[in-house]
């Protein structure tokens, strides 16, 4: 506004508490930030983020929740006593689910929405629509119906949406959690541009920061109990509270780890890099300085699949671990199919050998999922076209398919069908015939396998969404089956029960079972140094698969951008017998 | 509803939706009212005529949608007679006799007359229902006839689930079966069944619930009293030529059958 660089929002001993709640969401909050400035807001899940979103355009208090002490400022303006109408027109925030925000049928009609809300003229309409739709590039789609764009469009156009109201603070509350790799390129490059306009002041809530780091201005940590714990220039930050983070378990960007990691190793680099260019930058230097040194090299590995994974592995086919003799556990030979008109799957063909983990990857809608439900009889193959274990899948009864296959749902709730989590466990194995007190033996070891012994009694609707999860991998294990398939497994989680599930599997894997995890999450840490790319697609075109796994992937054709989806197939060594 | 409406450019596609209802209305009143099976079947020629005349619906797209019906109306037909009180139609003439069964021919024609008004009706509002996309028709009726916005916008907003709660409903039923769950039985284990999707399928709708509120008064929705309109829904010299047209046109056949005495009598109460 008037001058930069004073304080836009002003939050003072801010505490909230949800009706129905025992503890509030946020707790004596205190936070200033100035016009102008980007702010990344970071915190576990649950601990307030979005409640403090609300809190921005006054939705809380006067929409839901209570202010039970303090106030909060925003252009000036005590939220308290100002109306909703004036503060819609300072914040526009941009949500998680892009389907849940859209409320008329056609883009224009539904950036209209927000400026009829507020009764502005047609004439002032029409320019205020162009306008926005001109920023976030969809001046094309202006007719178009909603629900015919991708993922990534539609978040642009919700944006647009709060665009047009002309506020001068936006906060994005996450609002790439439901895309896939190009629909989140799509939101972070507008981001950008809205922030290159200099006319926003940007809050972020974002899990996957690693391209916006050199944005970021100031980093702000929420705690579990709904606090400010860190607020601060974000190089500082990473560099001396990177543990408290990674304890709190929330996302910290790849390249920071590599700097503490490095660090540990005796080779600090200076300035603590945020980017990737900021890490190549500080690491050439040291180089200079010391060379003949021995180079860092490993800790890169998971950046380096993501980025540039199809021509480092396209080439040589993967290498599988020896001792898979025998039919393999999946066999799909060309297998094709076609819904409402759309060549969903093409011609895919592949073996997944017993004991091998294997991560489907691809955009949405590529038919990462569709594929997966031709495996458990939820769309049925023609016949000959999928084996499992050996056995013509069109052959197995539904009721033994279940014994065999086990599948986790993007959505573990859709699972559920019990009261309580122990009976969720039990569910299977009862349905097995086994005796009570060995369904109760196995229940328990289970559940404490799983860390959830301690909610055996909750109902499973009211568990947190790691917790869901790790239910639904629990009751899918609990019967024992060979093949495990988790379709998106990590999908909206933190980082703490993102790492802690799919630590499980590894450990789970190494143990006794196989999987097949398809999630279009890159890989995140540690232990993938063997993931290989066996089939390499082009975004736009119908899954199809080129080389498939354990028939070599030389002609995989090489992709162009740097997310074209790969099937990553870790070669593993097959476990035990079950 | 996106499942039965038809994109078009046509005629009647560019029509205030208010000014469809406010010409079929009237002539579907009417039509419920017949008793003979002739005048149904006039109107029903008609309105294929106008589904695939002026409103433009190739004759394909017109034939599959209603089919169904058509189907499910044919069977009806062919057993209506038989199952009608046989002393209701012994004064007429018999057309057919199975054995102990007689088909009269007053049965045959109450039977006609029951289906063709049935698919007279629905023929007529296909002519409302294949043009009018439901999003136009509320905001027209926020905007012409005071229907309350805040329930307008909602029922919209509403719209945008029923895809997503159908598609919802499809991946419960997936997983449970995935789980082993009982897919047989009698009627005890088919709504136990149901009862096991609807808690899921309740959590999500109420969760989806919140966050489409939230984000609809995150953008002032409800925040004043009055809202001003990007498009205006208003009848234009169009909407009243087509209004006029087709109550003139609907004169004319019932004048036609009056003249002629094909007209049975009008009457709330049909007996069967
Ligand atoms: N509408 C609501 N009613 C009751 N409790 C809520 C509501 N929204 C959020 N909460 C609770 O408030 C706390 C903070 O939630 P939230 O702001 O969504 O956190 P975050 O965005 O950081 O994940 C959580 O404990 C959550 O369960
Ligand atoms: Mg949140």
């Known amino acids: 506004m008037s001058e930069t660089r004073t304080a836009l929002i002003e939050i003072e001993d801010l505490t909230v508490k949800y009706p129905g709640r025992r503890v509030p969401a946020l707790e004596h909050l205190q936070l200033q930030l100035r016009a102008g400035e980007t702010a990344l807001l970071l915190g576990p899940s649950g601990s307030g983020k979005s409640t403090l979103a609300l809190t921005f355009n006054g939705l809380i208090p006067h929409s839901i929740g209570k202010l039970q002490s303090g106030h909060v400022r925003v252009t000036g303006l005590d939220t308290r006593q100002t109306t909703v109408a004036t503060l819609a027109q300072r914040v526009g925030i941009l949500f998680q689910d892009p389907e849940a925000q859209f409320v008329m049928f056609t883009v224009e009609d539904e950036i209209a929405f927000g400026l009829e809300n507020l009764c502005f003229s047609p004439d002032e309409m029409e320019r205020r629509i162009s306008e926005s739709l001109r920023l976030v590039g969809l001046t094309e789609l202006r007719y178009r119906r909603v629900e015919q764009l991708s993922g990534g469009e539609k978040q642009r156009v919700a944006l647009a949406a709060l665009l047009a109201l002309e506020p001068e603070i936006l906060v994005f509350d996450e609002p790439t959690a439901n895309l896939d790799p190009q629909g989140t390129r799509e939101v972070f490059n507008l981001l950008r541009r809205c922030k290159e306009t200099g006319r926003y002041t940007i809050v972020l809530i974002e899990h996957r920061l690693d391209e916006l780091m050199d944005l970021v201005e100031r980093m702000v940590v929420l705690g579990k109990r709904g606090e400010v714990i860190i607020n601060g220039e974000p190089r500082e930050v990473l560099r001396t509270h990177l543990s408290t983070l990674q304890e709190l378990g929330v996302w910290v960007p790849q390249v920071a780890r590599l700097a503490h990691a490095l660090q540990h190793h005796g080779c600090s680099l200076e300035p603590f890099p945020l980017t990737l260019s900021e890490a190549v930058e500080a690491l050439k230097g040291r180089r200079a300085l010391s060379a003949g040194q021995q180079e860092p090299s490993a800790p890169t590995t998971s950046t380096a699949v993501h980025n540039d994974g199809h021509q480092r592995f396209s080439a040589s086919p993967p290498t599988r671990s020896e001792p898979d003799q025998g039919e393999a556990a999946i066999e799909v030979c060309s297998l094709s199919y076609r819904a409402a008109g759309r060549q969903v799957l093409q011609d895919i063909s592949l073996a997944i050998p017993r004991g091998a983990l294997l991560a489907l990857v691809g955009a949405n809608g590529a038919g990462k999922t569709t594929l997966a439900q031709h495996l458990i009889g939820v769309l049925q193959p023609p016949r000959g076209r999928v084996r499992l274990l050996g056995r013509d899948i069109t052959t197995i009864s539904a009721r033994e398919l279940t014994r065999h296959v086990g599948y986790v749902f993007q959505n573990p709730e859709h699972q559920f069908i019990t009261e309580a989590v122990e009976d969720e466990v039990a569910y299977g194995l009862r349905v097995m015939g086994l005796p009570a007190t060995e369904v109760q033996e196995r229940t328990r070891a289970l559940l404490e396998r799983f860390n959830l012994l301690s909610l055996a009694r909750a109902s499973p609707f009211t568990l947190s969404h790691g917790e869901k999860r790790r239910l639904s991998v629990a009751t899918m294990l609990a019967m024992g089956q060979e093949i495990l398939i988790l379709d998106e497994p990590t999908f909206g989680q933190d980082e703490y029960s993102a790492t802690a599930l799919l630590e499980l599997l590894w450990q789970l894997h190494d143990d006794y079972a196989r999987y097949v995890p398809g999630s279009h999450l890159r890989p995140v840490c540690g232990r993938h140094e063997s993931w290989q790319a066996a089939l390499l697609r082009d975004a736009s075109s119908p899954l199809r698969s080129r080389g498939a796994a354990g028939r070599g992937a030389s002609d995989a054709a090489p992709a162009g951008s740097a997310s074209a989806p790969a099937w990553l197939v870790r070669s593993a060594h097959p476990g035990g017998a079950m | ?272």
């Open chain 2, 1 to 272: 509803m996106q499942v039965i409406y038809q994109e078009g450019e046509s005629l009647l596609h560019r029509l205030n939706p208010l000014s469809k209802v406010v010409a079929v209305v009237p002539v579907l009143l009417f039509v419920a009212l017949t008793t003979d099976p002739w005048l149904p079947l006039a109107f029903t020629a008609l309105a294929s005529a106008v589904i695939v005349g002026p409103a433009r619906i190739s004759p394909g797209t017109f034939w599959r949608l209603q089919a169904p019906l058509t189907i499910s109306l044919l069977v009806f037909l062919i057993l209506y007679p038989f199952m009608v009180r046989a002393e209701l139609f012994d004064h007429t003439p018999v057309v057919l006799r199975l054995g102990p069964l007689a088909l009269y021919q007053g049965a045959v024609l109450a039977g006609m007359a029951a289906v063709l008004r049935v698919y007279a009706m629905f023929l007529l509002s296909l002519i409302f229902m294949l043009t009018t996309e439901i999003s136009d028709f509320i905001r027209a009726m926020v905007q012409q006839w005071r229907f309350p916005y805040r329930l307008g916008y909602g029922i919209l907003a509403a719209f945008h689930f029923m895809p997503l709660l159908q598609e919802e409903f499809r991946l419960i039923q997936a997983a449970h079966r995935i789980r082993g769950i009982e897919t047989h039985g009698g009627v005890r284990v088919h709504i136990e069944r149901l009862r096991r999707y609807l808690i899921p399928l309740l959590t999500s709708a109420i969760r989806r619930a919140e966050r489409t509120a939230l984000a609809m008064e995150s953008r002032a929705f409800g925040a004043l009293k009055q809202r001003s309109y990007f498009r205006r829904f208003r009848f234009s010299r169009a909407d009243y030529l087509f209004i006029l047209c087709f109550w003139l046109l609907c004169l004319l056949v019932i004048a036609l059958f009056l003249l002629n005495g094909w007209m049975g009598p009008l009457s709330f109460t049909k007996e069967l």
